[in-house]
């Protein structure tokens, strides 16, 4: 995901919702190349590491 929000919860938001990454926009052109190349090989780009949620904070973020 590209976007403007410079934040690790961010993050974990765009990966509970599919993403395979998060860069952001200020970040140098390189780090943005090392992401797409990453994501294109299939891989996580994890900028800000996300633990997967249990099952329980999963049922407790959907509410």
Partial sequence: MYSGINDPR?????????????????????????AIRQVS?????????VTPRSDYETEVAEQ
Avoid: N, T
């Avoid at 090989?41 to 900028?47: E, T």
């Fill in 10 to 34: 961010a993050a974990q938001l765009a990966s509970d919702a599919g993403a395979s990454g998060l860069v952001d926009k200020l970040d140098p052109p390189g780090e943005i190349i090392e």
């Fill in 41 to 49: 090989k299939g891989h996580m780009y994890d900028r800000y590491p």
